[in-house]
C-alpha cells in the first residue's frame, strides 16, 4: 500500500483546509484509515480515523466539531476537512492504512500508531495567528 497526502499550506488561524490521501492499493475498502500529527518536537499524536465502509468516525477531542475525516472508496482516497484553524494545530500531517478488524487500546477504531501498518510521507499545515 502506498499512500500519498498533499493539501497542506500555511494558513491564518480561523481558516480552513482540506487534505487529500490517494492510496495506490488494489483494494482500498480493506482498510481502516487514519491521520496523525506530528507538530515539532512533539509525539506523532492520532487526529482521526474512518472504517472501510466510511460509516464510522472517530476523533481526538481536541479536534472534534472542527475537523471531518471521508472517504472515497471509488476514488481510492481518504479526506480531512480542517475548519477553525488554530496555531496549535500546526503540524505535518500523515494519512495511515489499516488492516486491524479489532483495534488496539479499547479505541472505536485504530487510533494508535502501531494499529497502522502503512503510513504516507506527510503534509505541512502551518497555522499563523
Known amino acids: 500500500v502506498q499512500l500519498q497526502a498533499c493539501g497542506g499550506g500555511l494558513v491564518q488561524a480561523g481558516d480552513s483546509l482540506r487534505l487529500y490521501c490517494a492510496a495506490s492499493?488494489?483494494?482500498?475498502?480493506?482498510?481502516?484509515m487514519g491521520w496523525f500529527r506530528q507538530a515539532p518536537g512533539k509525539e506523532r499524536e492520532f487526529v482521526a480515523a474512518?472504517?472501510?465502509?466510511?460509516?464510522?468516525?472517530y476523533y481526538v477531542d481536541s479536534v472534534k466539531g472542527r475537523f471531518t475525516i471521508s472517504r472515497d472508496n471509488a476514488k481510492n482516497t481518504v479526506y480531512l476537512q480542517l475548519n477553525s484553524l488554530k496555531p496549535e494545530d500546526t503540524a505535518v500531517y500523515y494519512c495511515?492504512?489499516?488492516?486491524?478488524?479489532?483495534?488496539?487500546?479499547?479505541?472505536?477504531?485504530?487510533?494508535?500508531?502501531?494499529?497502522?501498518?502503512?503510513w504516507g510521507q506527510g503534509t505541512l499545515v502551518t497555522v499563523s495567528s
Open positions: 495511515a492504512a489499516s488492516s486491524r478488524l479489532r483495534p488496539s487500546g479499547g479505541y472505536p477504531l485504530p487510533a494508535t500508531r502501531d494499529d497502522y501498518a502503512y
Open positions: 492499493v488494489r483494494t482500498f475498502s480493506i482498510y481502516g
Open positions: 474512518i472504517s472501510r465502509s466510511g460509516g464510522s468516525t
